[in-house]
């Protein structure tokens, strides 16, 4: 597996309190790896640093086979190198239709500016079939995004950003308020995603967790504390004590 993405010695304070302190951590490509932590322990800031929303004030994020470093890029250059990331709420355009939002999402392999003609073209009809195929809503092209399951929504929201693809992919707590259904539906889609690319998932269900069946980071006051597979983790006494609050 080669290294796609790598923290080293990653800190940052907000009004004098570290958010994150000297994390180092490491993804593969493809690889699927799940991150638990307490509330504060660092994760959405975490996110915020691979995305460039948030700039470390030490450390180093180095990215892809060159080795460039994220922290020269902007927000919009990060996501055009290939990461995507999705938020905890789908933000869908609700009034247009499946296939719609689909196509508005949709990448153009021959550069952005013929992206309408692209939508238009056999490919890009095919592409767009595919990826509702992919998060299983190819039933349900022609319905209004609006008149979704939260639950689709959030697939849809996923196959959006797939039509992206891109090589990394961030994903906020998908299983937070779906059904048992739609969350087995998540991990089986996810764990797909995950085939070709780098999936990170930040979730608090740890049967979701179980279910994703990958590797697992710790985080804890902004440092990883543990990093395995869920049983190896779980049975950690530090990550005992911070669950248990012992
Ligand atoms: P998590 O996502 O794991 O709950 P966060 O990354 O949101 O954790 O937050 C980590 C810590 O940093 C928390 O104590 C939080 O209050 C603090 N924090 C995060 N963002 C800011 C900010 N913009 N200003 C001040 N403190 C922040």
Known sequence: MKSLLELSGVSV????????????????????????????????????IITGKTRPDEGRVIWGEKSVSLL??????????GIGRKFQKPTVFEAQTVRENLAMALKNPRGPFD????????????????????VGLH???????????????????IGMLLAQDPRLLLVD????????????????LLKRAARTR?????EHDMEFVRRLDCRVTVLHE??????????????NRDVIDVYLGR
């Open 173 to 188: 707590e998908p299983a937070a308020g779906m059904t048992p259904a739609e969350r087995e539906h998540t991990t089986d």
């Open 222 to 235: 902004g440092s990883v504390l543990a990093e395995g597979s869920l049983d190896h983790v779980t049975a």
């Open 72 to 81: 020269r890029m902007s927000e919009s250059q990060i996501a055009r190198a």
């Open 139 to 157: 039933d349900d092209l022609p319905r209004q995004a609006g008149a979704l399951s939260h639950g689709q929504k959030q697939w849809l929201e």
């Open 115 to 134: 992206v309408l003609l692209y939508r238009k073209t056999e490919a890009g009809a095919a592409r767009i079939e595919e990826l509702a195929r992919e």
């Open 198 to 202: 780098a999936v990170v998932v930040v």
């Open 13 to 48: 304070s907000f009004d004098g309190f570290r958010a994150i302190n000297n994390l180092s951590f490491q993804i593969g490509e493809p690889e699927l790896r799940a991150i638990i932590g307490p509330n504060g322990a660092g994760k959405t800031t975490f996110m915020d």
